[in-house]
């Protein structure tokens, strides 16, 4: 099978965008444990993450094998709402994450102490679930609006490789974090990673709105708007390697209808401009002042 390089590229992105970010809360909280000599309580969390794991794993395939059991136009229709959901989750996620980056660390060492001082193995591992699982939803439905919308043949099954390789690179990375390392730049990675992102979240929206052109649900902006396909022909067909790769990562096609166009280049203007513009940081928080023994 010939490696499907824009699919591959796509679901790696996604998995090593979304895998750092759940690799790094797994690491702060076990590298808390171990400075806090709480070091026996690490498996705790790590099973905790890998129940996370694989619930998330269970529910894109159950999403995957529904879309693939409808016929026509429901199979669009499932199609095109799971698409619009994928492009949804990951803009809020996007947005989320901008917003959380400065103080998620001590949010969860927070929850770590409340646990520890409740004398909870349970707390720590379900803190971890709840911890991964958040990024694991989103991650399935991100990887399944993709892996529906790649028109490629095998093109879903190189998502699932590729997001399998980012993930054991987050996770990789989740391991030199808990070690102490420093050199990755996080902020610049979440920025830059981000921006990707929101390109493969436009492709999403635009390939949902085709779907709904294809069965007669919007009616406006149908019309052709360009053809570049003797240029750079998006399908398998037209022999352009350069064109499916682009259209498995950012859903390029060289011949958009008016509609696709539109959403396509509204969600990038107006996406981009938000996640871009300067963060306001809030106060530090105070921290928790610990209540006297009485003795």
């Not at 699982?133 to 439905?141: A, K």
């Not at 990673?193 to 929206?205: E, M, N, Q, W, Y």
Request: hydrophobic share 55%; glycine share 10%; charged share 15%.
């Amino acid at each position: 099978m010939t490696i499907d390089l824009g699919a591959f590229s796509s679901g790696l992105l996604t998995g090593l965008r979304e895998g750092v970010e759940a690799a790094l809360i797994v690491a702060i909280i076990c590298a808390y444990l171990a400075r806090t000599g709480n070091r026996r309580h690490i498996p705790k969390v790590l099973a905790g993450a890998g129940l996370a794991i694989a619930l998330s794993a269970v529910l894109g395939i159950a999403i995957y094998a529904t879309v693939g059991s409808f016929e026509e136009p429901y199979e669009q229709l499932f199609e095109a709402a799971t698409l619009i959901l994928a492009a949804g989750v990951v803009t809020w996620m996007l947005f989320w994450m901008r917003r959380q980056a400065a103080s998620v660390k001590g949010e969860l060492q927070a929850k770590v102490d409340r646990a520890l001082n409740d004398g909870s193995a349970i707390a720590l591992a379900f803190l971890a679930f709840v911890a991964v699982i958040r990024e694991g939803v989103e991650t399935s439905l991100f990887l399944v609006g993709q892996a529906a919308s790649t028109s490629a043949e095998g093109g879903a099954i190189w998502v699932l490789v590729g997001a399998i390789v980012g993930l054991l690179i987050a996770a990789v990375l989740g391991v030199g974090f808990y070690h102490g390392s420093r050199r990755l730049n996080l902020s610049s990675f979440f920025r830059w990673t981000g921006v990707a992102l929101v390109f493969i979240a436009a492709g999403l929206l635009s390939h949902a709105v085709h779907e709904l052109i294809e069965i007669g649900l919007i009616t406006v902006g149908t019309q052709t708007l360009f053809d570049v396909s003797t240029i750079l022909p998006h399908d398998p067909d037209g022999g352009s390697l350069l064109g499916q790769f682009l259209a498995a990562l950012f859903g390029y096609t060289s011949t958009p209808e008016v509609a696709t166009f539109a959403v396509w280049l509204t969600y990038i203007v107006v996406v981009l401009a938000l996640f871009l513009r300067p963060v306001k940081r809030g106060p530090a928080p105070k921290p928790a002042v610990s209540e006297p023994v009485q003795g």
